[in-house]
Nanobody, 126 residues
Framework: QVQLVESGGGLVQPGGSLRLSCATS????????MGWFRQAPGKEREFVAA????????YYADSVKGRFTVSRDNAKNTMYLQLNLLKPEDTAVYYC???????????????????WGQGTQVTVSS
């Protein structure tokens, strides 16, 4: 199992930016499809973004497309999520995941398998 540790969350005003990191250890990072989910109070966990293990292709939920950017640095065993133009509705706990399977991204983004981080809080408020 790979271990995941998120960081970079915090309080930011609407329109502001944050950069989340997901550091991994324990296994070969490049073997995993990596991604982010989030969960707001009283709501179900929802997919945010993912980056493939093969060619680094990125995938996004419609609600964050054009504002968030997911990336990975295989040399540093770390994934990033750049959050720009933040809105109050982006407030949530953000969780990263590492999926070791070779399933299509369509399945991974709906039913990720593998390891999860402990989450980092993002609060967007004036």
């Amino acid at each position: 199992q790979v271990q995941l540790v998120e960081s970079g969350g915090g309080l930011v005003q609407p329109g502001g930016s944050l950069r989340l990191s997901c550091a991994t250890s324990g296994r070969t990072f490049s073997n995993y499809t990596m991604g982010w989910f989030r969960q707001a109070p009283g709501k179900e966990r929802e997919f945010v973004a993912a980056v493939s293990r093969s060619d680094g292709s990125a995938y996004y939920a419609d609600s964050v497309k054009g504002r968030f950017t997911v990336s990975r640095d295989n040399a540093k065993n770390t994934m990033y999520l750049q959050l720009n133009l933040l809105k109050p509705e982006d407030t949530a706990v953000y969780y990263c995941f590492a999926d070791p399977t070779t399933r299509a991204m369509l399945l991974v983004r709906r039913f990720p398998l593998g390891s999860w981080g402990q989450g980092t809080q993002v609060t967007v408020s004036s």
